[in-house]
């Protein structure tokens, strides 16, 4: 079983729906990632949340709205999304932003923009 | 520009032989490298990794090297299961930084034939 679970699995949407992803760690971790997954491209950092503050954006159009309310749930707003915006988005945490250790991924929400 | 390159995107490999997985690197900055493994509907899992300060780490049947000079990291499984047959990605941050400076490579999908 995952420490780190993501909800929905798959997601379907058109582009002027509104939807959320979610995202529950169980690992007493401080830090939690949203990353983007496209086909043929590296893993893409999108937010990092330090302690339930924003730490870092890495440029994200803001159709993109992160949400942490506390250190073991992260959530991903989804609003007015283009096709091109279809992807495999993973949450990830750590003990702290700094650890040296490895990422924990929980196993992707499957997004398709219509 | 990518910082971490995979320039193979597939290997294949008969069961029992070495698996070799390059990785090539362009920041100097970068002194801290990690190996994951993602299987088909999950998310990635953190394998192995090595810090600047050395040129090879062991893990059971991996092992990591490292050439700073070249720039270049390798991972070496020996001896190879089907059970390895995944994506593997190359990943590379500067010690003194975050997870989120973590750069992923694109990836290389490794198939390891009975």
């Known amino acids: 079983e995952t420490g780190v679970t993501q909800t929905p699995r798959h997601l379907v949407m058109g582009m002027t729906n509104k939807k959320s992803l979610k995202c529950e760690q169980h690992?007493?971790?401080?830090?939690m990632y949203w990353y983007k997954q496209s086909a043929k491209k590296p893993l893409e950092l999108m937010f990092v949340y330090s302690l339930e503050e924003r730490v870092e954006n890495n440029s994200v159009p803001s159709r993109f709205s992160p949400e942490c309310p506390n250190s073991s749930h992260l959530f991903l707003h989804l609003h007015t999304l283009q096709p091109e915006d279809s992807a495999l988005y993973l949450c990830?945490?750590?003990?702290?932003?700094?650890?040296?250790?490895?990422?924990?991924f929980g196993e992707g929400s499957r997004l398709t923009v219509l | 520009d990518q910082q971490v390159k995979q320039n193979s995107p597939s290997l294949s490999v008969q069961e029992g032989r070495i698996s070799i997985l390059n990785c090539d690197y362009t920041n100097s900055m970068f002194d801290y490298f990690l190996w994951y493994k993602k299987y088909p509907a999950e998310g990635p899992t953190f394998l192995i990794s090595?810090?600047?300060?050395?040129d090879k780490n062991e893990d059971g049947r991996f092992t990591v090297f490292l050439n700073k000079s070249a720039k270049h990291l390798s991972l070496h499984i020996v001896p190879s299961q089907p059970g390895d047959s995944a994506v593997y990605f190359c990943a590379a941050m500067n010690y003194g930084g975050s997870q989120g400076n973590l750069i992923f490579g694109k990836g290389t999908k490794l198939s390891v034939k009975p």
């Open positions: 690992l007493g971790h401080n830090a």
């Open positions: 090595i810090s600047s300060i050395k």
């Open positions: 990830a945490s750590s003990r702290d932003q700094r650890t040296t250790g490895e990422l924990f």
